[in-house]
């Protein structure tokens, strides 16, 4: 049974940093592009960044791009997202998810994070 | 930008059948994929691909598309079926991932 188990979030100041941390199980976590995507508003969801399964790509929404940087450690199972340069807008739930399709990425989220609340304030 | 549209709010009795709609421009040429957000959890995906479903996910949830509707239809609706539905698709034309603002199912 698939399971993504994320840590980290919290409440920031603006323009710091913070990290999240997602442990996948359960599947072949190393053939599976990941992805992070973010609720706001309380609704709205938005995505925000992928990697590929061995790691050399990623990919950003434009609104966190050169902020935010995602990264993965196939030996441990584990996807990070690093936020930097923290803005208000950037409060919301943040969800790691696994993508649906294996050795690619096709933007289709077939497992989901519990969430991490991130909340940007001063 | 690609633009996905739902209807904010859908209320259909218990047993019956909810009709659940995600407009786009073109939305035909797209794989559309749904997924279920119940209150305080995070969103499962019920159907991929226009109309495939997850395993674990009832019979009684299917897609369609037509024209510029995606539809996502829920048969013998319960009362767990409440939630919020979000469609989504991958723009390759733009190379965005796109998702719909959402439609609460309300079951009365």
């Known amino acids: 049974q698939v399971h993504l188990v994320q840590s980290g979030g919290g409440v920031v100041q603006p323009g710091r940093s913070l990290r999240l941390s997602c442990v996948a199980s359960?599947?072949?976590?190393?053939?599976?592009?990941m992805h992070w995507v973010r609720q706001v508003a309380g609704r709205r969801l938005e995505w925000v960044a992928v990697?590929?399964?061995?790691?050399?790509?990623?990919y950003y929404a434009d609104s966190v791009q050169g902020r935010f940087t995602i990264s993965r450690d196939n030996s441990k199972n584990t996807v990070h997202l690093q936020m930097s340069s923290l803005r208000r807008d950037d409060t919301g739930v943040y969800y790691c998810?696994?993508?649906?399709?294996?050795?690619?990425?096709?933007?289709?989220?077939?497992?989901w994070g519990q969430g991490s609340q991130v909340t940007v304030s001063s | 930008s690609y633009v996905l549209t739902q209807p904010p709010s859908v209320s259909v009795a218990p047993g019956k059948t909810a009709t659940l709609t995600c407009g786009g421009n073109?939305?035909?040429?797209?794989?559309v994929h749904w997924y279920q957000q119940k209150p305080g959890q995070a969103p499962v995906m019920v159907l991929y691909?226009?109309?495939a479903r997850p395993s674990g996910i009832p019979e009684r949830f299917s897609g369609s598309k037509s024209g510029n509707t995606a539809t996502l239809t829920i048969n013998r609706v319960e009362v767990g079926d409440e939630a919020d539905y979000f469609c989504?698709?991958?723009?390759?034309?733009?190379?965005?991932?796109?998702f719909g603002g959402g439609t609460r199912l309300t079951a009365l």
């Open positions: 989504q698709v991958w723009d390759g034309a733009s190379d965005q991932t796109v």
């Open positions: 073109n939305i035909e040429s797209q794989s």
């Open positions: 998810a696994k993508d649906g399709t294996d050795y690619n990425y096709m933007y289709s989220f077939d497992h």
């Open positions: 990697i590929s399964f061995e790691g050399s790509n990623e």
């Open positions: 359960g599947f072949d976590f190393s053939i599976y592009g």
């Open positions: 691909d226009d109309s």
